[in-house]
């Protein structure tokens, strides 16, 4: 079982280390969250977080201390790369994979638990989270261990056994830092779990063996002292961004253009749970129908169904917000592969069957889906073939295709042939097609043009239009996101050493704005490419005062 522990955790690595470096900062949430570590880094100051001179009281400290750490480890200090912050998601992800995995041997055995994570090892969802520095890869880890924490004290519970010593120390601190990472996501879920086996056991004595009040003692000792410093810090104004303008904004009504209907989740699952998630739908559907004489099966079940139907009710919806609740899916699949051949392929109920070949429509659509970007988007975006598109694009389909089970049951080795097709795919995709498509990537087009015109050892850059935090991140903590208007005055402060980046098109009000005190601007640049994040095409010129 060690073994399989180990194998997990090195597969994990494996499947996310490409593209860690290679991928450029994604705007925008990756971009602001990397930018107000550095600050830290930069300042000192390791309390209060800021994004430039605002502060960014979304998400509490947790991922800023562990990037902060990973910085410091890598001796880089403020200068150091994307990957070195990507760390923290990587090992995020590989935790949570094992945590699967530990979880699913307790449940069904050591063969399910390395099947179920294989499968969360392999799926979008963590092969994208793992590459990208915010919150969700180490979330996920800390939900994983509370939930597996819990799964083993229901079920002693259930069997009228003791409960081991150490559970419960694992559960409360996987909240207390869980809370710490992302307020109360973890927490919500486990409640949502319990709750929902509650309703159907109508048992609310087995929590108790949670030992509630030390862990409760527990979790105020890991959040409380951060809580209070930030609180004396910001005077309060942490609280009411965080919970009153984030977390109830989002609960209310649709935040920064994320409100959609509900159903989202259920449309994007084909994706983001892709290759595994019409496997997923057959293990659960078959858990559905047996569930009532299983108790883990209730359990794996009350950590999916819940949690996702009330984030399907939230009006603000991002993809990555269910992703705490996958780990149920995961540990069916493993489930599915203890029992005998006839039980776990009995026939399904005419709903259900209707169920799993829209979910087979839906793994067919992504599988092809992949395969077409692979290989169009280097033709359409960066107007060239890459050859590596073809393998990825033919690993693509060859995962679809292995996913595609003719029964319900799918044997240890299939999954894990579909999980290192996909793991070709997304390595491929991820670390080398992606950061090829230059014309999307403009900040790093514009950092190289600023290092190679950088004027003295104190240059600032004034960006018009072009406002992505990527831009600060690699350019410089001191860069002022403004207008053309700003530009100018930016540009007639420091006329020696200052330069300006505007829209080529505005480069004759620029020169106009100059003219006013007898100066003109010198363009020495220009970056031509596409902000991914609005949609625009951009011709961006980079502009000093002329001698």
Request: net charge positive; aromatic share 12%.
């Amino acid at each position: 079982m060690n073994r399989n522990y180990i194998i997990l955790f090195l597969f994990s690595l494996v499947m996310t280390v490409s593209g860690l470096a290679s991928l450029p900062p994604i705007d925008r949430d990756e971009s602001r969250f990397v930018q107000a570590t550095k600050q830290m880094v930069e300042t000192g100051d390791y309390v209060d977080i800021r994004l430039q001179d605002v502060t960014r009281y979304k998400k509490p400290i947790g991922i800023y201390w562990l990037q902060s750490a990973a910085v410091a480890l890598s001796g880089e200090g403020a200068a150091a790369p994307i990957w070195v912050y990507r760390l923290v998601s990587m090992l995020g992800i590989a935790l949570a994979v094992v945590g699967i995995g530990w979880t699913g041997t307790k449940l069904f055995g050591a063969n399910a638990g390395l099947a179920a994570g294989l499968m969360m090892a392999a799926i979008f969802a963590t092969a994208f989270e793992g590459r990208d520095a915010k919150t969700d890869a180490m979330l996920l880890a800390c939900c994983v261990a509370a939930q597996g924490a819990l799964a083993q004290v229901y079920l002693a519970a259930r069997r009228n056994e003791p409960v081991a010593g150490h559970l419960p120390w694992i559960f409360w601190i996987a909240q207390g830092l869980g809370i710490l990472i992302k307020g109360p996501v973890a927490p919500l879920l486990s409640l949502l779990t319990a709750a929902a086996l509650f309703a159907f056991d109508r048992d609310w004595r087995w929590p108790l063996k949670l030992k509630i009040v030390r862990g409760v003692a527990i979790v105020l000792a890991i959040v409380l002292p951060w809580i209070l410093l930030i609180s004396w810090k910001s005077g309060g104004a942490f609280f009411q961004e965080a919970v009153g303008k984030d977390m109830l904004t989002k609960v209310a009504q649709g935040e920064e253009s994320h409100g959609l209907p509900p159903g989202f989740y259920m449309l994007t699952y084909s994706l983001f749970m892709w290759p595994f998630g019409l496997i997923a739908v057959g293990a659960g559907l078959q858990a559905i129908n047996r569930f009532w004489d299983d108790p883990r099966l209730r359990f794996c079940l009350a950590w999916y169904i819940p949690f996702w139907l009330v984030f399907e009710a939230i009006p603000t919806k991002l993809p990555h917000y269910v992703m705490p609740a996958y780990p149920g899916m995961a540990l069916l699949i493993g489930w599915l592969l203890t029992l005998k051949p006839e039980e776990a392929n009995a026939p399904l109920k005419r709903w259900q069957s209707w169920l799993w070949w829209a979910t087979a429509f839906g793994l067919a659509v992504v599988s092809i889906g992949l395969a077409v970007v692979c290989i169009g988007a280097p033709i359409y975006l960066a107007r060239t073939f890459s050859w590596w598109s073809i393998p990825a694009a033919l690993a693509a389909l060859a995962a679809g295709y292995l996913a595609f089970p003719r029964k319900l049951q799918v044997p240890l080795g299939r999954i894990g042939a579909i999980a290192i097709c996909a793991g070709i795919t997304f390595s491929l995709l991820f670390g080398v097609i992606a950061p090829s498509l230059r014309p999307i990537w403009l900040s790093p087009a514009i950092k190289v043009a600023v290092d190679a015109n950088r004027l003295c050892d104190t240059t600032v850059l004034a960006s018009a239009q072009y406002h992505e935090p990527s831009l600060v991140f690699l350019v410089g903590t001191r860069t002022v996101l403004t207008d053309v208007d700003g530009v100018a005055k930016h540009l007639l402060a420091d006329p020696a050493c200052a330069i300006g980046l505007a829209s080529v098109k505005d480069e004759q009000k620029l020169n106009e704005l100059l003219a006013v005190q007898g100066k003109s601007a010198s363009r020495l640049a220009e970056i031509d490419g596409l902000n991914y994040s609005s949609g625009d095409k951009l011709a961006l010129g980079l502009y000093r005062v002329a001698k």
